[in-house]
């Protein structure tokens, strides 16, 4: 069997160093692309259902979408004699 | 698995000496080495190389090259192009 034979330092070190910088590159690459078509449908599809729900949410409960802001008439909401009684103003 | 024990032996046994990384003290040998190359680089003393050696050069530098794909391809993690 033919000895083993000894590899010079220079080599080592530029084999291994070009093996790790490679693949911390390549995974910080891997990391800013912009989506895929997979997972520019799998966003929409997400946003879809969401949109679904919140549709469905009214519908069951007949309340007030979420989020929305309803504008009552002073008048109709009793603010009128509330403040008459409690403040003088 | 009685196939694969001596042909595994003898790979550990090779493999021991020749795909070791280097210890941090020979670190300062391998920078030596790299500048006796740049330095060769610069004084034309390269052009006193046999073309035997030439080749011999070229074939370890393409080596080299090739495990820096090889790290590429395992940070992509698809053999071409990112993420299969």
Request: one cysteine or more.
């Given at each position: 069997?033919?000895?083993?034979?000894?590899?010079?330092?220079?080599?080592?070190?530029?084999?291994y160093?070009?093996?790790?910088?490679s693949?911390?590159?390549?995974e910080?690459?891997?990391?800013?692309?912009?989506?895929?078509?997979?997972e520019?449908?799998?966003?929409t599809?997400?946003?879809?259902?969401?949109?679904?729900?919140?549709?469905?949410?009214?519908?069951?409960?007949?309340?007030?979408?979420?989020?929305?802001?309803?504008?009552?008439s002073?008048?109709?909401?009793?603010?009128?004699?509330?403040?008459?009684?409690?403040?003088?103003? | 698995m009685?196939?694969?024990?001596?042909?595994?032996?003898?790979?550990?046994h090779?493999?021991?000496?020749?795909?070791?990384?280097?210890?941090?003290a020979?670190?300062?040998?391998?920078?030596?080495?790299?500048?006796?190359?740049?330095?060769?680089a610069?004084?034309?003393?390269?052009?006193?190389?046999?073309?035997?050696?030439?080749?011999l050069?070229?074939?370890?530098?393409?080596?080299?090259?090739?495990?820096?794909?090889?790290?590429?391809i395992?940070?992509?993690?698809?053999?071409?192009?990112?993420?299969?």
């Amino acid at each position: 069997m033919v000895p083993p034979m000894q590899v010079s330092p220079l080599l080592k070190l530029g084999r291994y160093s070009a093996l790790f910088l490679s693949v911390a590159y390549r995974e910080s690459q891997a990391l800013q692309l912009p989506e895929t078509q997979a997972e520019e449908e799998r966003r929409t599809a997400a946003e879809e259902k969401t949109k679904q729900d919140e549709l469905k949410r009214v519908e069951r409960t007949g309340r007030n979408p979420r989020g929305w802001h309803i504008k009552v008439s002073l008048h109709f909401s009793g603010a009128m004699w509330m403040s008459k009684a409690f403040c003088a103003v | 698995m009685t196939y694969l024990k001596p042909r595994r032996a003898i790979l550990w046994h090779y493999a021991k000496v020749e795909l070791v990384p280097p210890t941090p003290a020979e670190i300062p040998t391998a920078i030596q080495s790299l500048k006796k190359i740049v330095s060769g680089a610069q004084t034309s003393s390269f052009k006193q190389l046999t073309v035997k050696e030439a080749l011999l050069n070229g074939l370890v530098a393409t080596e080299v090259w090739t495990w820096f794909h090889a790290g590429e391809i395992t940070g992509k993690r698809g053999i071409i192009g990112y993420d299969a």
